[in-house]
């Protein structure tokens, strides 16, 4: 790997991992990865190192997610094993980081989606600006809510998560907060003092700090998306987006016509299996087996060709008709495991 992809410091009290690979988005591959969890194991129990910081070097983003192209490459040229592999080193690092036993901070700065949430959305401080955008986009390359994203979805207020799911909704700093997808928000021109007192002070104090920054808007409340999005199935769900007047509605509804029929389904059912999970780790191993099952269908190679590589923007999904997809193929993707698994929860050694 370029070693600049990832800079590894060390300043004071504080320990920093910060992507660059601003040109990609900080797209995270395997070696990546690898850097992130060999540093987050050796400073696990270093006693110089009292706080980690997970950042980038780029406004625009902290981490749009994994590289998507390298592994439709992967899926194309070595099959499902190798191209769940990334996913794999994805959900155990947001296992590692999520159960790590020193204050993690992770500055959403700018884009955070998918593998990026994965990163930086489920440790102990997570903070956002008026630049972040998050999001969980999966459904639009036949893909579901990943990297422990749908525990975060199924935790959302009311059908909020829901929503966000099955929409791709994106989510300015106000939203992520009330999602909770979030804990604090700064201004993007605090974040080297931020950075600063990181170094010095202990990260609780640092967070509790900081002032509060005005609301942004959110759109619809939880109770007026209620009566659309407790519908008992996707297609009755698009009824009564199609019926309803709002243009927030229509909105959504334009916004899951573009997407996967069949991983509009499997978010669904997923999204209400998630809620009845007890813990991170089962709802990753959950969205693990799920994205093996997708990998294996065609939409995915499909929805990644029509959306980053020919950039036509009209995959054809099969099928191609929310009310055609089988539903007993759905309950069997949540019902059947692959031969793979997370082998969770990890041991004090595992990072990969």
């Not at 007993?328 to 698994?341: D, Y």
């Amino acid at each position: 790997m370029d070693p600049e992809l990832i800079e590894i410091t060390h300043t004071g009290r504080l320990g920093r991992i910060t992507l660059n690979r601003p040109r990609a988005l900080n797209a995270l591959s395997m070696d990546m990865f690898r850097t992130i969890g060999a540093s987050l194991l050796a400073w696990r129990d270093d006693p110089a190192i009292e706080t980690v910081l997970l950042d980038s070097t780029s406004p625009k983003a902290f981490s749009a997610g994994g590289d998507i192209r390298a592994i439709r490459t992967r899926l194309e040229t070595e099959g499902v094993a190798s191209a769940a592999a990334p996913f794999r080193t994805s959900y155990r690092m947001a296992s590692l980081l999520a159960g790590y036993p020193k204050p993690v901070v992770s500055f959403m700065d700018g884009i955070a989606m998918g593998g990026g949430i994965g990163l930086g959305g489920h440790v102990r401080h997570r903070v956002v600006t008026e630049r972040s955008v998050l999001a969980m986009p999966e459904v639009a390359i036949a893909l579901t809510p990943d990297a422990g994203g749908s525990y975060l979805l199924s935790r959302a207020p009311g059908l909020s998560g829901l929503r966000l799911a099955l929409t791709a909704g994106r989510m300015n700093a106000t939203a992520a907060l009330a999602a909770g997808f979030a804990d604090r928000q700064a201004r993007s021109d605090q974040l080297d003092s931020i950075r600063g007192a990181l170094t010095r002070l202990p990260a609780g104090v640092v967070m509790d700090s900081l002032p509060p920054c005005p609301a942004l808007d959110t759109g619809p409340d939880t109770a007026e998306i209620a009566p659309v999005y407790s519908a008992p199935d996707v297609p009755e769900l698009m009824g009564r987006l199609s019926a309803h007047g709002a243009d927030w509605a229509q909105a959504d509804l334009a916004a899951m016509q573009r997407a996967c029929p069949f991983s509009l389904c499997i978010t669904f059912a997923a999204w209400h299996a998630a809620r009845r999970l007890p813990d991170l780790d089962h709802v990753l191993e959950q969205e693990f087996q799920l994205v093996c099952h997708m990998l294996a269908r065609p939409d995915f190679a499909e929805g990644v060709r029509a959306l980053l590589i020919d950039k036509d923007n009209a995959p054809r999904w099969a099928p191609a008709d929310i009310r055609d997809v089988s539903l007993h193929e759905v309950a069997a993707c949540l019902r059947t495991r692959t031969a793979f698994s997370l082998d969770l929860p990890l041991t004090c050694t595992d990072s990969n």
